[in-house]
């Protein structure tokens, strides 16, 4: 998640860690490509000015010194260690190395920490927490602080359930890590985070759980055939970025070259 640098300032020797503000090295990582001169890159459409451009895994989304080093090692022991485990399980299923594939309450515990932990690493998170702040006009909140002091817990009312990819075209990943769309509660939403090309977790209602478990008790998982939904789910993680970080979206580049014109045609 970190790459450390000693630098010298003032005499003194400096720490210098730069921390991925919301999406983790390690998801990154599953997008990425290896470059002979920058190692592993993603490709990125970049929302502040529509623009396709690749970067380095370890600097995309930094900024430094952002999370403490006591941060940083919660964060990777507590909240992206468990789920890596666990995403790369579900990628040996999504490539037919595992089957069936199932996930224990543990693991379905440690998903959901990711997404509460994610979306107190988003920027909206940071801006509401410092409008319902009385002081944050003398003293900012930080993002830190929502993470290591905030008891919030969200997505209590949702189950887990994975989504494997077998169309042509690939997840796209953004900022936000998850997006959300439609449930068919009008009040619900389903929340889906792509961790590869193939693979995604999403988050469905309670009340939406009988209509998997009379298919199959055991299922935790289902497939995509169709590209035109495909399409859809990476236009929804789209749209999802530019409300809440606008910063950028991750992904192959056919699919980053379409989500572009598209964003050209709403901006």
């Known amino acids: 998640m970190t790459a450390t640098m000693i630098a010298l300032w003032n005499n003194k020797i400096i720490n210098i860690m730069n921390s991925h503000v919301q999406i983790p090295k390690s998801i990154l990582r599953n997008f990425a490509y290896k470059s002979k001169k920058d190692g592993y890159v993603v ?20 900024i430094e010194n952002y999370y403490s080093k006591d941060c940083e090692d919660f964060l990777s022991t507590t909240i992206e260690g468990p789920f890596g485990e666990i995403s790369k399980k579900i990628r040996e299923f999504g490539k037919g190395k595992i089957d069936p594939l199932t996930l224990s309450e543990r693991e379905k515990h440690a998903i959901l920490d990711f997404f ?9 998170a940071l801006e509401e927490a410092n409008k319902a702040s009385l002081t944050s006009a003398i003293s ?8 290591m002091l905030s008891r919030a817990r969200f997505f ?3 189950f887990v359930n994975i989504i494997v990819n077998r169309t042509e075209i690939d997840f796209v990943i953004p900022r936000n890590c ?20 193939k693979v995604a977790i999403i988050l ?55 989500l572009k014109e598209i964003n050209l045609r709403f901006a």
């Open 43 to 62: 490709d990125y459409l970049d929302l502040h000015n529509n623009s396709i451009k690749t970067e380095r895994i370890k600097k995309l989304d930094t």
């Open 204 to 258: 469905l209602p309670n009340e939406e759980s009988k209509d998997y478990d009379s298919e199959n008790k055991h299922r935790d998982y289902f497939y995509i055939d169709n590209e035109n939904i495909m399409k859809k789910l990476n236009e929804f993680a789209l749209h999802t970025e530019v409300g809440t970080n606008n910063e950028f979206v991750v992904g192959n580049i056919n699919e980053l070259n379409r």
């Open 140 to 147: 900012p909140i930080t993002q830190e602080e929502i993470l």
């Open 178 to 197: 998850f997006y959300d769309k439609k449930a068919k509660s009008p009040e619900k939403r389903h929340y889906i985070l792509p961790f590869a090309h």
């Open 116 to 124: 509460n932990f994610t979306l107190k690493r988003s920027k909206i």
């Open 156 to 158: 209590k009312e949702y």
